[in-house]
């Protein structure tokens, strides 16, 4: 199985801050790979899929960018609405293997 | 609008058995791949199985020969029977649809879940 890590575990910013979530596969999965938001106690949401590709309707703010094993979601500026828990996810072989999440909080 | 409601989670003893349904509306069910996806309290995201819109199953090493998926395509319908349950299947338990454009394939949308505990 394909095993996905992300860093960091959590991670604290303020408004307006830029931030990166890193996620690295342990072989390659060339740009399979889909980034979900989730927000306390909701279903996670798509974000980004195929490593840089934005999903309808997710803000611009929004970007991913890497292929075979390294990957990178960035947020440019922090919105108040995306303190939330993301995950990454390989969709290149079946078991679909998720990362263990990010944690976006408030400082 | 594509909508995916499950149900069927309740509190269950270890080796216990329990079906977990999911009703889906808004879309042509059987054109799809559907996925049951689990995320146990406080942890990440754990794919548990999928079912292709003819009738292929996959399965994670952790529910293998426990868990079965399947699907009434007449009634727009997943379904997951778990057996032998154990502590570690607590979960709340996600019925997902898969989308793809070609070549790419990921997760969208998602149910609001049916939570699972396994507890004596």
């Known amino acids: 199985d394909i095993q996905m890590t992300q860093s960091p575990s959590s991670l604290s910013a303020s408004v307006g801050n830029r931030v990166t979530i890193t996620c690295r596969a342990s072989?390659?999965?060339?740009?399979?790979l889909n980034w979900y938001q989730q927000k306390s106690g909701k279903a996670p949401k798509l974000l980004i899929y195929?490593?840089?590709r934005l999903q309808s309707g997710v803000p611009s703010r929004f970007s991913g960018s890497g292929s075979g094993t390294d990957f990178t979601l960035i947020i440019s500026s922090l919105h108040p609405e995306d303190f939330a828990t993301y995950h990454c996810?390989?969709?290149?072989?079946?078991?679909?293997?998720f990362g263990q999440g990010t944690k976006l909080e408030i400082k | 609008e594509v909508q995916l409601v499950e149900s069927g989670g309740v509190v269950v003893q270890p080796g216990g058995s329990l079906r977990l349904s999911c009703a889906a509306s808004g879309f042509t069910f059987d054109d799809y791949t559907m996925n049951w996806v689990r995320q146990a309290p406080g942890k990440g995201l754990e794919w548990v199985s999928h079912i292709t819109w003819d009738g292929n199953t996959y399965y994670a090493d952790s529910v293998k020969g426990r868990f079965t998926i399947s699907r009434d395509n007449s009634k727009n319908s997943l379904y997951l029977q778990m057996n032998s349950l154990r502590t570690e299947d607590t979960a709340l338990y996600y019925c997902v649809k898969d989308t793809s454009v070609t070549p790419f394939n990921w997760f969208d949308p998602w149910g609001q879940g049916t939570l699972v505990t396994v507890s004596s």
């Open positions: 195929g490593a840089s």
């Open positions: 996810q390989q969709s290149f072989s079946v078991p679909y293997t």
């Open positions: 072989q390659t999965i060339e740009n399979y």
